[in-house]
């Protein structure tokens, strides 16, 4: 297995870590695929107790400059990793205004995924900061494990608010009640709500729009769990 890659674009190289911030605040670890054209982070927690589903599919070339991949076999062109993504998300803080980013896989004390940052300098010397992050290589037979969850059927699709309104909403929310009703329809509208005993609550959010999946125009429905 070899798997190299170069980026060079400082506004990608910034995109990709902001990416990864937030893969780290979501989970301690998680799957890292790596694909001819495309990079998947992949987290399969049982969401019946409690556990967080994740799905995060890049493609490559709009990331990287240079990249290439063998993975495992001809027919299975494929990488399997297991990592911390903070991590991975500390070395790319490094890589702020670098001339450039170089990433591989390699084998040291243990299979790592080494982060070599480029950066400025006042000399001909180039300055180099190099990264060591282990990882584990996942066998073949497991991949099956680490599919692309199904989407159910629904009725309604729409665009969220702005992400920080809705947490400052939710947080406020999550002190009267241990659960959150969230309420959508094809109209733009949604409503966040929470009832008890003591206190009905209902924050309302129009003209958000919704994107072009499924007809129906009725209220759809549908618990979570805040805790």
């Known amino acids: 297995m070899k798997f190299r890659a170069k980026m060079v674009d400082v506004s990608c ?89 170089k990433i591989k896989l390699t084998k040291k004390h243990c299979p790592c995924i080494t982060v070599a940052v480029e950066l400025p300098s006042l000399s001909s010397v180039n300055r180099i900061v190099t990264h060591d992050i282990p990882v584990q290589v996942i066998p073949r037979r497991l991949w099956q494990d680490f599919k692309e969850p199904s989407v159910p059927d629904f009725d309604v699709s729409i665009y969220l608010p702005s992400l920080k309104i809705m947490k400052n909403v939710v947080d406020r929310m999550k002190n009267l009640s ?41 209220l759809w429905c549908f618990l979570v769990s805040s805790q």
């Open 178 to 218: 241990n659960f959150l009703v969230l309420e959508a329809n094809q109209n733009g509208e949604m409503n966040l709500k929470i009832e008890t005993d003591l206190v009905s609550v209902t924050t309302h959010f129009k003209g958000l729009g919704n994107p072009p999946w499924g007809e129906c125009s009725t």
């Open 13 to 101: 190289l910034n995109h990709f870590t902001c990416v990864v911030n937030t893969i780290s605040k979501l989970t301690k670890t998680c799957m890292l695929r790596l694909t001819a054209g495309h990079l998947y982070f992949m987290l399969s927690d049982k969401v019946a107790n409690g556990g967080v589903g994740m799905w995060c599919e890049l493609s490559q070339g709009n990331f990287f400059d240079e990249f290439q991949l063998e993975g495992v076999s001809a027919e299975a062109n494929e990488i399997y990793l297991e990592l911390v993504p903070e991590n991975l998300f500390r070395a790319l803080k490094t890589a702020y205004n670098a001339r450039s980013l």
